[in-house]
């Protein structure tokens, strides 16, 4: 692993977006979260919704090829900070050049993609990361569409979570406030979620479906 990150790390662009990454001692930061939930859940399914050069789908491929066993990340982003994830070829090259090889990646949003028949086929998902637009609405339309897919024990991360940062990603013309804290805030007042918010950079939150009591 202190390879594989020493490689990732050479690229300077997997020490962007605010995961709390460090080249100097070869910290994955909030990686560590996705690689230690993957590793720990075992899934078969991982959804990530955006990812501006495929740290987060890599980390988590990277976990699901150290279990062991079949396992593969689905990628939702539809390139529109730019047009990195547009050509196939070149998608499957860069996250193979990392060696991982299980990233199915979707060129639409999420709006888009349930409307596919790949989402009818999805499956049962037991994590999921929702990093993409950073809007309140947007965050509860991919969570509402991935929810459903949720196992009993699922549990979804929401990056960009706590702080309410202005997001110049796509272009300074375009600048926008993340408001998915607002989201969280709702979703804290439904006693069938539980709600946790990891207070680092612009934040992580993991929730998962409460364990309520019998009525």
Known sequence: MHDWIAHLFRDKDMLRMGHGQRVEDRNLGLGWVYYALARLLRPERVVVIGSYRGFAPLVFGKALHDN????SVWFI???LVDDFWKQPGAVAAHFAGFGVTNIRHFLMTTQDF???GEYGALGPVDLVLIDGLHTEEQAEFDFNAVAPKLTAGGIALFHDSVAMQISPVYGPDRAYTCTVRRFMDRLKQR???QVFDLPFGPGLTLVRRAELPPA
């Not at 062991?68 to 396992?71: I, T």
């Open 68 to 71: 062991g066993r079949d396992g």
């Open 77 to 79: 982003d539809p390139s």
């Open 114 to 116: 349930v409307g596919t």
């Open 191 to 193: 006693p069938e979620f």
